[in-house]
Nanobody, 124 residues
Framework: QVQLLESGGGLVQAGGSLRLSCAAS????????MGWFRQAPGKEREFVAA????????YYADSVKGRFTISRDNSKNTMYLQMNSLKPEETAVYSC?????????????????WGPGTQVTVSS
């Protein structure tokens, strides 16, 4: 099993920045990739970004390209999401996920492990 725990959420004004972290523990050797998803009230879960764990190749949703940066520190088993120029409509619970298989990194159903999520609120 892999356990994930997010941190770094909070309240920020529109145009501001936040940095999320996701610490992995347990059988981390199983991890091939990790990702960030978000879900706003009344909306479906949405892919934000993902990263290949070994090579570090990043993948982004079009809506966050140029503003968000995903990274990882293998030595700490931790993934990060630097979010800049945040918008009020990006208010959501942000969750990190990990997978032990290759495939479509934007598909939430393909991730086996999930963190509890952290709230990000962007005020206008």
């Amino acid at each position: 099993q892999v356990q994930l725990l997010e941190s770094g959420g909070g309240l920020v004004q529109a145009g501001g920045s936040l940095r999320l972290s996701c610490a992995a523990s347990g059988h981390t050797s199983r991890i091939l990739a990790m990702g960030w998803f978000r879900q706003a009230p009344g909306k479906e879960r949405e892919f934000v970004a993902a990263i290949n764990w070994s090579g570090g190749t990043p993948y982004y949703a079009d809506s966050v390209k140029g503003r968000f940066t995903i990274s990882r520190d293998n030595s700490k088993n931790t993934m990060y999401l630097q979010m800049n120029s945040l918008k009020p409509e990006e208010t959501a619970v942000y969750s990190c996920a990990a997978r032990s298989n290759y495939g479509n990194y934007a598909q939430a159903a393909e991730y086996a492990y999930w963190g509890p999520g952290t709230q990000v609120t962007v005020s206008s």
